[in-house]
């Protein structure tokens, strides 16, 4: 770790970019995360203009055996972008610009950038990339997991730094379809019911989102649709839905830029959180898990105050035809299939600290398992994790029969796993 500067200004001569120590002006805001339970107290920030700047740093230290961590929109709740003591790779000051080719259809987007930067450039051409939901998230946190190289194709940051990326852009229409039903916690059976059905019926143009949270007047089950076509077609698609009378319906055409800031404000930076992703059983099959799932979260806001306005539950409905257009076996990244992402959130006020976090992480997998036809939950999305890794164990669960692989190749480019932030993988030669 950083505690003795004595050999720091090594690092200034070969360094480009900005270097700033706990006493420089602008340090606080630099190390603020999206989770403040993920926020360190780093022994230095370098804000890394090009590739040379990468280098010095990551030389500088090795040689001085010190803790680096990388951060682009510090999104990772578990911490993964931060380091007590050790250096901030930063790419978001220098690194975030995004440029278009529009006849290639290809975003060269630095490292820094986050999807809102990404959306902004390449709306404009009517084209859109593959992206994720929070417009504030860091393009690296999230591309990382479809990347050309098959180690980190899955394998997130353990093999090194990526300063740039080339992403594939498609046409994207202009406007697109959207719908916010509420319904109450009494129609629950009816919700999944119709959920089931829909299912069946789901196109590749549609994507659900399914939210028990608190919107201000009480905890409601909320369908966040999405249709990337007419309002007519939308409504058509989600028939089932307004069948059941929503006591909310916000059903609207939106421009796509706005799609991808839709929620930003509902998860905004420096708030406490606890998060646990898991695996929901299909609903066709499965039918009471949905009714089990909300008693458990319902339950939970009536018993905790505290945390009554701040739980939340999401459900995520990809259609599986797009999660398959890649063989599992083409990425690091292991169970890729059919299986629906279940995301259990809990948050507090950040002043509190970690105070509140094993009373949430209590809560929140007690919500998970409700609804699990398993003894215990399976393992989630990998970045929806609060715990920060300690060991092996999670990493061997996350990569399944590639990790003797990754090991391997761990051993051969990292054997002093100096990128350890993420799922760590031990080094091993075979």
């Known amino acids: 770790m950083l505690d003795n500067l004595t050999t720091y200004p090594a690092l200034q001569g070969p360094h480009k970019g900005d270097l700033l120590l706990p006493s420089d002006d602008g340090y606080k805001q630099s190390v603020k995360r999206f989770a403040a339970t993920a926020q360190k107290p780093a022994g230095l920030v370098a804000f890394v203009k090009d590739d040379g700047d990468i280098q010095a740093v990551l030389s500088f230290a090795k040689e001085e055996n010190i803790e680096i961590a990388v951060e682009c929109g510090g999104h990772s709740v578990s911490g993964a972008s931060s380091t007590s003591g050790g250096i901030v790779i930063d790419h978001s000051r220098y690194l975030n610009e995004v440029t278009v080719d529009v006849e290639q259809k290809i975003a060269h987007v630095g490292g820094g950038a986050t999807w809102r930067d990404v959306d902004l450039a390449t709306s404009p051409h009517g084209m859109a990339s593959v992206a994720g939901t929070v417009s504030h998230t860091g393009v690296g946190g999230l591309t990382l997991f479809d990347i050309l190289f098959w180690a980190i194709l899955g394998g997130g940051g353990n093999f090194g730094i990526v300063p740039s990326f080339s992403l594939r852009l498609h046409p994207q229409r202009s406007e697109v379809f959207t719908a916010d039903l509420h319904f109450p916690g009494e129609k629950v059976v009816q919700f999944f019911e119709a959920l089931g059905g829909w299912l069946k019926m ?142 259990i959130g809990i948050g507090w006020d950040g002043i509190l600290g970690n105070q509140p976090f094993e009373k949430a992480k209590k809560y929140a997998k007690g919500i998970a398992n409700a609804a699990s036809d398993k003894g215990e939950n399976e393992d989630g999305y990998a970045n929806w994790e609060s715990n920060t890794p300690t060991g092996y164990n999670r990493s061997i669960r996350a990569f399944g029969d590639k ?28």
């Not at 839905?241 to 420096?270: C, H, K, W």
């Not at 480019?413 to 799922?423: A, L």
């Open 202 to 343: 789901q196109t590749e143009k549609d994507l659900l989102f399914i939210f028990f949270q608190d919107m201000g007047n009480g905890p409601v089950i909320m369908a966040h649709c999405f249709h990337n076509g007419p309002q007519e077609d939308g409504k058509k698609h989600y028939k089932a839905f307004y069948g059941l009378g929503p006591i909310v319906d916000t059903t609207e055409m939106i421009p796509y830029l706005s799609l991808n800031q839709a929620i930003d404000d509902d998860r905004p930076y420096g708030t406490g959180l606890y998060w646990h992703g898991t695996i929901f059983p299909s609903p066709i099959t499965h039918p009471e898990a949905g009714h089990k799932l909300w008693e458990s979260y319902h339950d939970v806001c009536v018993k905790e105050p505290e945390f009554s306005k701040s739980t939340f539950t999401i459900l995520e409905f990809h259609h599986p035809s797009k999660l398959m257009e890649r063989s599992n076996g083409e990425m690091a990244f292991n169970n890729r299939g059919e299986q629906i992402n279940m995301l």
């Open 403 to 430: 990790y003797p692989r990754l090991q391997a190749l761990k051993a051969r480019y990292d054997p002093n796993n100096m990128f350890n932030k993420w799922h760590p993988i031990e080094p091993k030669a075979d």
